[in-house]
């Protein structure tokens, strides 16, 4: 039996997608095949955190999911929202890549070296509200639009077509999108956390299934055999602890926060040794205000990754960071 694979028509949705599909069915011995799933952020216009956020992207590949028109659906990890979708499960976290934002600008430039007033594209309120804490001076732009035609507004980059509008000075975009669409020729600068902390869960994939096919399910139930068992064996393979425990650090953060997708809030957990470290920011909008705290726990385990999450939350909260921003944008 073929698995199909859930995914947004997007080149880099497709892309990632793809690489997800390759490694299950090297894992698990089955073919595989994938299944464009059209969502309403692929047909609506206009700004994202108007439109309620990159979780927009997400709904139609759950419903195809529960209607069993696909057997897994692959997302971007930051874009699905924090609370629970009754009757699917996250079932792999394969491990993640850059977690850092690009900056891909015209000449060359550096944030640094970008001239006062320049325009700076972005779609996310989050990097919206660091690049205006970095740089208060930059005109930062509202944008949509896939990968290339982002890039495509910045005049100069290595592979835009000759009628690209080059209105900007630069973009910034997450650089694992970039590498995986093979764009990172254009990258200017990497934007180390100390200066743009991600997107929980950037960088990251999520490959989602119905609860009863997913590991730990699916494999005990009695009489499980064939295709069903070989997809939860291999969901299982495919995923990374340290990756899961870091992203759902992240994502307790945003949860105990009770910020939508549009609230410019920033978070990176990662593993080293014994412990994991958790560090988090809120940004008022306009870059005025910033409030960043940071926490580590030996608690290795989902649980304790949890409540790392929300004892760094908790810190925020206690900074202000609710007084700054609206972080229920969107939600």
């Keep these: 039996m073929t698995v199909r694979i859930g995914t947004r028509a997007s080149k880099l949705a497709l892309t990632q997608s793809q690489q997800a599909a390759d490694q299950l069915a090297a894992v698990g011995g089955f073919p595989?095949?994938?299944?464009?799933?059209?969502?309403?952020?692929?047909?609506?216009?206009?700004?994202?955190?108007?439109?309620?956020?990159?979780?927009?992207?997400?709904?139609?590949?759950?419903?195809?999911?529960?209607?069993?028109?696909?057997?897994?659906?692959?997302?971007?990890?930051?874009?699905?929202?924090?609370?629970?979708?009754?009757?699917?499960?996250?079932?792999?976290?394969?491990?993640?890549?850059d977690v850092r934002d690009a900056l891909c600008a015209r000449d060359g430039l550096k944030l640094s070296d970008l001239p006062e007033g320049a325009r700076v594209g972005t779609g996310s309120p989050r990097r919206a509200a660091q690049l205006r804490a970095a740089r208060p001076d930059l005109n930062v732009v509202d944008i949509r639009g896939n990968v290339d035609t982002r890039l495509g507004r910045v005049p100069g980059l290595a592979g835009n077509p000759e009628d690209a509008p080059g209105d900007l000075d630069a973009?910034?975009?997450?650089?694992?999108?970039?590498?995986?669409?093979?764009?990172?020729?254009?990258?200017t600068e990497f934007f180390e956390t100390d200066v743009m902390l991600p997107a929980p869960g950037q960088g990251s994939l999520a490959i989602e299934c119905r609860t009863a096919d997913?590991?730990?399910?699916?494999v005990s139930l009695e009489g499980s055999q064939g295709a069903q068992n070989a997809l939860a064996q291999a969901l299982a393979a495919l995923n990374d602890e340290d990756t899961r425990l870091a992203v759902t650090a992240e994502r307790a953060v945003l949860a105990r926060l009770e910020a939508g997708c549009a609230a410019p809030v920033g978070a990176y957990a990662y593993r080293k040794g014994s412990m994991l470290y958790l560090e988090a920011v809120v940004c008022a909008v306009d870059g005025s205000k910033t409030v960043r705290e940071k926490k580590a726990t030996d608690g290795l385990t989902e649980v304790g990754a949890t409540l790392l999450g929300i004892e760094v939350a908790e810190l925020l909260l206690a900074a202000g960071a609710a007084d700054i921003t609206d972080l229920a944008a969107s939600r």
């Excluded at 095949?33 to 692929?42: C, F, M, Q, S, Y």
């Excluded at 973009?171 to 990258?187: E, K, M, Q, T, W």
């Design 214 to 218: 997913a590991p730990g399910q699916a």
């Design 32 to 97: 595989v095949e994938l299944v464009r799933i059209k969502t309403e952020g692929d047909v609506r216009t206009g700004s994202l955190s108007q439109m309620g956020g990159s979780g927009v992207f997400v709904a139609a590949l759950r419903d195809a999911l529960l209607a069993n028109a696909c057997d897994v659906a692959v997302h971007s990890l930051k874009d699905l929202p924090t609370g629970a979708a009754p009757g699917l499960t996250i079932a792999a976290t394969p491990k993640r890549v």
């Design 171 to 187: 973009v910034v975009l997450a650089a694992a999108g970039l590498d995986r669409i093979s764009r990172l020729d254009v990258v």
